[in-house]
Nanobody, 121 residues
């Protein structure tokens, strides 16, 4: 019904940068918000950054000032620019979107498959 595909993850040294992208496709009528979560081994999934249509950006305190979330509304795409990366940023990063489908059935939150970000020297 709805698919979210992330890309841009990889291995980077501390202090480096990565840019993640996530595109939503399928039977989409509208999207109310998009954002990013991450999950490190043995840890709970946590919010990284979200951008609802209201424009009220939300960042985790640990990434504020280093990460920037943005959206291309026409392309149903969300980005995460990650600068000054630290080893503690290592995690699988998941894209999420609140989606209203064309037919209504299946509306709700959708998740991508995740993309691995590893910060290590």
């Amino acid at each position: 019904q709805v698919q979210l595909v992330e890309s841009g993850g990889g291995l980077v040294q501390p202090g480096g940068s990565l840019r993640l992208s996530c595109a939503a496709s399928g039977s989409i009528s509208s999207i109310a918000g998009m954002g990013w979560y991450r999950q490190a081994p043995g840890k709970q999934r946590e919010l990284v950054a979200t951008m609802p249509n209201s424009g009220n950006l939300n960042y985790a305190a640990s990434v504020k000032g280093r990460f920037t979330v943005s959206r291309d509304f026409a392309k149903n795409t969300v980005y995460l620019q990650m600068n000054s990366l630290k080893p503690e940023d290592t995690a699988v990063y998941y894209c999420t979107a609140e989606v209203k489908t064309v037919v209504g059935v299946g509306s709700g939150d959708y998740w991508g498959q995740g993309t691995q970000v590893t910060v290590s020297s």
